[in-house]
Nanobody, 123 residues
Framework: QVQLVESGGGWVQAGGSLRLSCAAS????????MAWFRQAPGKEREFVIA????????YYANSVKGRFAISRDNAKNTVYLQMNSLKPEDTAVYYC????????????????WGQGTQVTVSS
């Protein structure tokens, strides 16, 4: 089992920045692929960004390219989502996801999920 705890959500004005963190426990962190998804009210959960076990590979949704970045600190068992130039349409609950095998944009393929953290961007 992998336990994931997100933090860092909050309220920010459009154009601002936030950094989310996701702390993992229960497995060797360097053996886990990590991703962030988000879900806005009334919408399906959507892929945001992902990073491979080693950190060598990253994948971005087109909607966040150039604005969001993902990184991981395997010594701290933590993955980060740096969000810049935030827009009102980025408002959502952001979820951290993990899997020991897959690295994909498909939410259903991830075995482990955090509880989510709310991000609200006002115009």
């Amino acid at each position: 089992q992998v336990q994931l705890v997100e933090s860092g959500g909050g309220w920010v004005q459009a154009g601002g920045s936030l950094r989310l963190s996701c702390a993992a426990s229960g497995r060797t962190f360097s053996g886990i692929n990590m991703a962030w998804f988000r879900q806005a009210p009334g919408k399906e959960r959507e892929f945001v960004i992902a990073i491979s076990k080693s950190g060598d590979s990253t994948y971005y949704a087109n909607s966040v390219k150039g604005r969001f970045a993902i990184s991981r600190d395997n010594a701290k068992n933590t993955v980060y989502l740096q969000m810049n130039s935030l827009k009102p349409e980025d408002t959502a609950v952001y979820y951290c996801a993990a899997d020991e095998v897959v690295l994909t944009t498909i939410a259903e393929r991830y075995d482990y999920w955090g509880q989510g953290t709310q991000v609200t961007v006002s115009s």
